[in-house]
C-alpha cells in the first residue's frame, strides 16, 4: 500500500485527514437527468450558509465560467483557493431571476460525522454516520452521542458504509466511546514492536448498537469494526469490509507531492489478520446492484424504508439481536441474500 501522490492526490489527502480545506462551505451534485449543478447543503456557519446559499439552488457560473458540462472535480477545483481570497456564483432558484453571490475563501472545518434521530416502529434511534475519521471526527462523534443521548434514545445504528478510513488515533479515540473496557486494537511493526491500544473506562453509551458496513469500509473503518465486533459491543450488518490493514505514515516532498509509507499492519482484538480479507459481517446482507447505485448516487436514500441493510440493522435492534457485554447469542455468519 506505500504509493506516491502527485501534488493534487496529495492536497486531496491531507484534506480529508486534516478535515479541512479552504473554500466557501458548499456540497454539491451534479443532477443526473438534467446535469445540471446543484447545491447538495451549505455547510454551517461557513460563507456559503452566511450568504444563504440554499439546498437545491443550482450553480450556473464561477467566477463567469458556465458550468454546463462541468465535471463536480471540475467544479470543486475552481471554488477552492487560498483563504481570503474571493469567488464568484452565479446561483438559479426557484422562482426568482438568476442572481450573483461573491463569497470569500476561508479555512472550513469539513463536518465529517452526521447524526439525526429517528422514529423507528416504537424505537428512538440514533442514526450517526461516519464519513471517515478526521483529526475533527473524535470531537464530532462525542457531540453526537451527548445530543442523541439527551434525547432519551433507545439504540444507536453506526454507519460506516464507503468509509475509506483516516487516522488511527480517530478511530482509538472514537471505539472508546462505545466500549466501556477491552482490547481496541493491536499494532506491529517491521522490526516486531507490538504496541496495544486498550479502551479507558470512558464509554459515553452502553445502548444497543448496529454498525453498517459494506466493501469500501476500510482502515480505520475496520479498526472501529473489529473492536465493536470482536469485544460483542455490537452487531455488524453489511457486506465483507475492504481489508486494508496497515498503518500508514504521510510524508510530504518539496514540490507539493507526497509519500504514503507503511510503517505497520494492525489487528483487532481477535488477532486475526484481515489484510486482503476483511471483516465479515454478523449478519450478512449485500445490495442489489440497483441498490448500490441508489446509495451511492443518492444520499437521502441512506437509513431509510428502501435500505435494506438500514432496515436489517433496524429489525435486529427491536429482537434484541445485537451485542451488548457478555450477554446476547448470535450465530454467526448468517447471509441473507
Not at 465560467?65 to 463536480?72: A, E, H, N
Not at 461573491?102 to 454516520?129: D, F, N, W
Not at 469485544?231 to 514540490?255: C, E
Not at 431509510?304 to 451488548?324: C, H, M, V
Amino acid at each position: 500500500y506505500t504509493r506516491f501522490l502527485d501534488p493534487k492526490k496529495f492536497q486531496e489527502l491531507t484534506s480529508q485527514t486534516s478535515g479541512e480545506l479552504s473554500g466557501i462551505g458548499i456540497r454539491l451534485e451534479v443532477n443526473e437527468l438534467t446535469q445540471a449543478l446543484r447545491v447538495v447543503e451549505p455547510i454551517e456557519n461557513s460563507p456559503a450558509h452566511k450568504a444563504n446559499i440554499k439546498s437545491g439552488d443550482r450553480v450556473l457560473a464561477i467566477d463567469g465560467q458556465s458550468t454546463k458540462g462541468m465535471s463536480l472535480e471540475q467544479a470543486s477545483a475552481l471554488i477552492r483557493g487560498e483563504v481570503g481570497t474571493s469567488v464568484t456564483l452565479e446561483i438559479s432558484r426557484e422562482g426568482t431571476n438568476s442572481f450573483d453571490v461573491k463569497l470569500t475563501r476561508t479555512q472550513i472545518e469539513l463536518p465529517s460525522v452526521h447524526y439525526t434521530l429517528k422514529q423507528e416502529a416504537g424505537m428512538l434511534v440514533g442514526y450517526i454516520s461516519v464519513d471517515e475519521f478526521s483529526s475533527h471526527a473524535a470531537e464530532q462523534m462525542r457531540k453526537a452521542i451527548k445530543n442523541l443521548n439527551e434525547k432519551n434514545v433507545d439504540a444507536y445504528v453506526l454507519d460506516l458504509r464507503n468509509n475509506p478510513g483516516g487516522l488511527l488515533y480517530a478511530s482509538i479515540e472514537i471505539a472508546r466511546m462505545w466500549i466501556e473496557s477491552g482490547t481496541i486494537v493491536s499494532t506491529i511493526d517491521r522490526v516486531g514492536g507490538k504496541q496495544e491500544y486498550s479502551a479507558n473506562r470512558t464509554a459515553l453509551s452502553e445502548l444497543p448498537l448496529a454498525v453498517l458496513v459494506n466493501g469500501n469500509s476500510a482502515s480505520a473503518s475496520e479498526i472501529l469494526t473489529g473492536a465493536l465486533q470482536d469485544n460483542q459491543r455490537a452487531i455488524v450488518i453489511g457486506s465483507p469490509t475492504f481489508g486494508k490493514a496497515v498503518v500508514q505514515s504521510v510524508h510530504s516532498l518539496s514540490d507539493g507531492s507526497g509519500l504514503a509509507v507503511t510503517i505497520s499492519r494492525y489487528y483487532p482484538p481477535s488477532g486475526v489478520d484481515i489484510n486482503h480479507k476483511g471483516i465479515t459481517p454478523d449478519i450478512e446482507l449485500n445490495l442489489s446492484s440497483e441498490q448500490k447505485r441508489l446509495f451511492n448516487r443518492k444520499p437521502e436514500w441512506r437509513a431509510t424504508k428502501e435500505d435494506p441493510q438500514y432496515q436489517r440493522a433496524i429489525s435486529a435492534l427491536q429482537n434484541g439481536i445485537f451485542w451488548q457485554g457478555n450477554q446476547g447469542q448470535l450465530v454467526k455468519p448468517i447471509s441473507i441474500r
